[in-house]
């Protein structure tokens, strides 16, 4: 109803209320007065705190991330915050806050750990206050900001750049002093989810690795990615005997005996046009030429995985069309073999057959006929174990039994193995690079003497820095940190991890990856209550990008099974995964980093390089690729990747606008010089 159309009978309660205002308003000028000469105190810890990212833990009402009294540097507080970073909490000042006080530090219940962090504070988009660097055991920092006229404000810790292990935060006596309206906790920002991966053409295009390795006499197995309308017909020149390509699926199989090169060209057809692209085949030693893309159970379904959510993923895996895109293994982590000491009849039983090979456990009823089928898609299977006597979720190992372990895989059809740590430290004598290498050395002689190739993925959380001496064990990859995690700080964990590669580069190239761990988007979680990616959309587009840039495996670890168009695009775009399987092999340098920005530049087998530009900070800002820092010269012709589109000729840098926590990824060819025109 309009104001005008009003009916006059609710005029009069308005003029008995003006009435009565005018009354109450000496009384209430005299309130406000007061409000404002003695301001109320809004403690921290009375915000809603479930608001509150905490990389570890959750963050604690007056205690700290431990549930202890919060001491900081013997100093104890009865009041305060207490979280783990990385942290981050958005306020809404209601513009009734004029002061934010607090003392801030690392919580003494670290034990003589080493955990450092920095606290930094925000009000409207300025920086109001960091605190520098703050190690363990030093005196609590006094934190003392204005914030008159402010709307909102954001308290942040950060792992000051070491990682976040024993990074408990202290928000100490923090609090408000409110005249006005209470200050709120809110949500993060919330971004729309805009695809920017443009379909792909109805035409054909091959796609995924442009070389592949394989030992000789171990069965071929590899299907051209191509998209495009369907039928398609592919074919092949200069396929080697022993190896033959189904016309109609893509698929090549077959084995070959003769170590060598072999240069193919790999042809698709359609109903719309024809597409050509090279293919090297490498008969050797080496495998994993690019790094391995495909998909594994871990991060949606943990140790609850069954042979039917492996069928599941496969198929989704052909049905979602990532295969058309290069993605290949389907891998099963922890949770298949046999529970030691579990009376649960699925899980429990014995833990090796009659001649000492391992056993799968009840959710896994036949191991080859799963391969089968996983094969028949043209996909490879994988599965993982630990080479200690039992696995990180309390699963047999393959302690003891390596040889006869290692054998069965191969009986089963796999393709890929993980080999964990966990319960090793148990066995290893100490942390010494020998006793480190020790497991590692007999499952990969035990995975050498199958006749089929296994890609060979080391999981010991960059132990010993496993970078130096990963491939020497045989490796062909290696998580070169602790696990992602699913926290609400994710975010955190991705740039962390995946910056932590700075001066790594020279130990990844073709056969030999480091490996950040999965990618984290899409439907993640524990099984029956999977929820989407605590990543904001530019956070996601941050996590693929930085990690094709490292040229890391490109392994998905969400539902296969609930893949949105958001996630499906992230995954498939093509000229980003290009940048991931070029047959050069590099990864990325950080080539510069200013604040809370970072350009990364990774060089590609055509002499163009890929560029990330990344924004880390809390508020878009601008970033610049310089070319002096990317040791290039002359104009650039420079393309946005995710969109798939040029953007321009640029003489001397390229810079441009950089969302919150979001990226943006170019490949600048080198333009020819033109001549001037003839005058
Ligand atoms: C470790 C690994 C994870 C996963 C689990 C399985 O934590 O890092 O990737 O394999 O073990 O228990």
Redesign the pocket.
């Known amino acids: 109803m309009k104001m005008s159309e009003s009916p006059e009978h609710n005029r009069l309660p308005t003029r008995a209320l003006i009435a009565l205002a005018l009354l109450i308003l000496p009384a209430f000028e005299q309130s406000c007065a007061k409000a404002a000469d003695e301001p109320a105190t809004v403690w921290l810890s009375s915000l809603d705190l479930s608001r509150m990212t905490s990389g570890w833990g959750r963050p604690r009402v007056d205690k700290s991330v431990q549930d202890r009294t919060m001491s900081i540097a013997g100093r104890k507080f009865e009041r305060g915050v207490g979280t783990h970073a990385d942290s981050i909490m958005y306020i809404d000042l209601k513009g009734g806050s004029t002061r934010f006080t607090a003392h801030v530090g690392v919580d003494d219940e670290i034990n003589g750990n080493i955990g450092s962090i920095e606290f930094k504070i925000y009000g409207d988009k300025r920086l109001l206050w960091q605190s520098g660097v703050i190690k363990a055991g030093e005196p609590a920092k006094k934190v003392d900001v204005d914030l008159a006229g402010l709307k909102a404000l954001i308290l942040m810790v950060g792992s000051a750049g070491d990682g976040i292990s024993y990074d408990h935060a202290d928000w100490a006596e923090a609090k408000f002093e409110v005249t006005g309206e209470k200050p709120v906790a809110l949500e993060a920002p919330v971004e729309e989810a805009v695809i920017l991966t443009p379909k792909p053409s109805p035409k054909p295009r091959i796609n995924g690795a442009r070389v592949f390795g394989v030992r000789p006499g171990s069965p071929f197995l590899f299907t051209v990615a191509a998209t495009g309308e369907r039928p398609m017909e592919f074919s092949a020149e200069g396929l080697p005997v022993g190896l033959t390509l189904d016309s109609k699926t893509g698929r090549i199989t077959g084995s070959l005996s003769r170590r060598g090169q072999y240069q193919v060209i790999l042809r698709a057809v359609n109903a719309l046009g024809a597409v050509e692209r090279d293919f090297r085949i490498v008969v050797g030693d080496r495998l994993a030429l690019t790094p391995p893309m495909g998909w594994n159970s ?1 991060y949606c379904f943990f ?1 609850s995985v069954t042979d039917k959510m492996m069928r599941d993923a496969a198929d989704a895996m052909v049905q979602t069309g990532m295969i058309n895109h290069g993605y290949t293994y389907v891998n099963i ?2 949770g298949w073999m046999v529970k030691p000491g579990s009376d649960d009849p699925v899980l429990g039983g014995p833990v090796t057959n009659s001649e000492g090979q391992i056993n799968a456990n009840g959710k896994f009823p036949d191991m080859k006929a799963m391969t089968d089928y996983i094969h028949g898609k043209g996909l490879k299977a994988g599965l ?1 174990t630990s080479p200690g006597p039992t ?3 309390g699963f047999a190992g393959s302690y003891g039994h390596e040889e006869q372990d290692a054998r069965r895989f191969a009986e089963w059809g796999f393709d890929f193995l ?1 080999y ?1 740590w ?1 319960s090793y430290r148990r066995i290893a004598k100490d942390r010494s690079r020998a006793e480190l290498m020790k497991p590692y050395l007999v499952m990969k002689a035990a995975l050498d003497k199958q006749d089929r190739d296994f890609i060979y993925n080391l ?1 010991q ?1 960059g132990m010993g820095n496993v970078w130096e001496w990963g491939a020497e064990v045989g490796g062909h990859c290696w ?1 070169t940190t ?2 992602l995690g699913i926290a609400s700080s994710l975010y955190r964990n991705v740039i962390n991890y995946g910056f932590f590669h700075a001066g790594k580069e020279q130990y990844a190239g073709p056969g030999h990856w480091n490996d950040p ?2 990618l984290l988007i899409g439907h993640i979680g524990w099984r029956g209550s999977l929820r989407p990616t605590p990543l904001t959309p530019n956070e996601q587009y941050t996590h693929v990008s930085l990690w094709c840039l490292l040229a890391a495996p490109l392994i998905f670890s969400g539902d296969m099974t609930k893949l949105d168009e958001f996630t499906l695009s992230l995954l498939t775009n093509d000229e980003v995964i290009e940048i991931d399987q070029d047959p050069l092999g590099r990864q990325a340098s950080r080539v510069a980093q200013a604040g809370e920005t970072q350009v990364w530049a990774k060089d590609m087998e055509d002499g163009s390089k890929a560029v990330g530009l990344f924004n880390t900070g809390e508020f878009e800002t601008k970033v610049a690729a310089r070319w002096s820092d990317l040791g290039v010269r002359g104009k650039q012709r420079v393309r946005d990747l995710w969109r798939q589109k040029d953007i321009g000729i640029f003489e001397k840098e390229f810079e441009t606008d950089v969302p919150r926590h979001g990226v943006v990824l170019v490949r600048l060819f080198p333009t020819r010089a033109v001549a001037p025109p003839a005058r």
């Open positions: 871990w140790s982590d922890d993982y696995t990180c979720a993980k964990d966990c999981c959380y998580r602790g696990d761990d999965y």
